[in-house]
Nanobody, 132 residues
Framework: QVQLVESGGGLVQSGGSLRLSCATS????????VVWSRQVPGKDREGVSC????????YDADSVKGRFTTSMDAAKNTVYLQMTGLKPEDTAIYSC?????????????????????????WGQGTQVTVAS
């Protein structure tokens, strides 16, 4: 299985913005759903969003709704997570992985992430730090 590669993290002030990227050169991302999650060391992984271009589906967790936007550039084979209005509690390592559809993420809700048996491996992630 192929890990996706995340980039774009960094240090930003509260209220600031960042755009994260999730990409691979090994297969066509447009054929899959892509799930974004975040994790603080020592805490459970939290689902952030899901996008499935071919199903025209996007989903945002309540904790980020209205602030984060997920999109896909099929030509660049890249999924983006545009984050605005960042808060210190958004500080985490952000990772992405593939799923067949966003159905599990949408139905489960509440920031749940699909089981590892269902999805591709999480990438190594990119650190986002929001200073107060």
């Amino acid at each position: 299985q192929v890990q996706l590669v995340e980039s774009g993290g960094g240090l930003v002030q509260s209220g600031g913005s960042l755009r994260l990227s999730c990409a691979t050169s090994k297969f066509t991302l447009d054929e899959y759903a892509v799930v974004w999650s975040r994790q603080v060391p020592g805490k459970d992984r939290e689902g952030v969003s899901c996008i499935h271009n071919r199903d025209d589906t996007t989903y945002d967790a309540d904790s980020v709704k209205g602030r984060f936007t997920t999109s896909m550039d099929a030509a660049k084979n890249t999924v983006y997570l545009q984050m605005t209005g960042l808060k210190p509690e958004d500080t985490a390592i952000y990772s992405c992985a593939t799923d067949k559809t966003c159905a599990w993420t949408v139905i489960a809700g509440r920031g749940a992430v699909p089981p590892s048996s269902q999805i591709g491996p999480w990438g190594q992630g990119t650190q986002v730090t929001v200073a107060s």
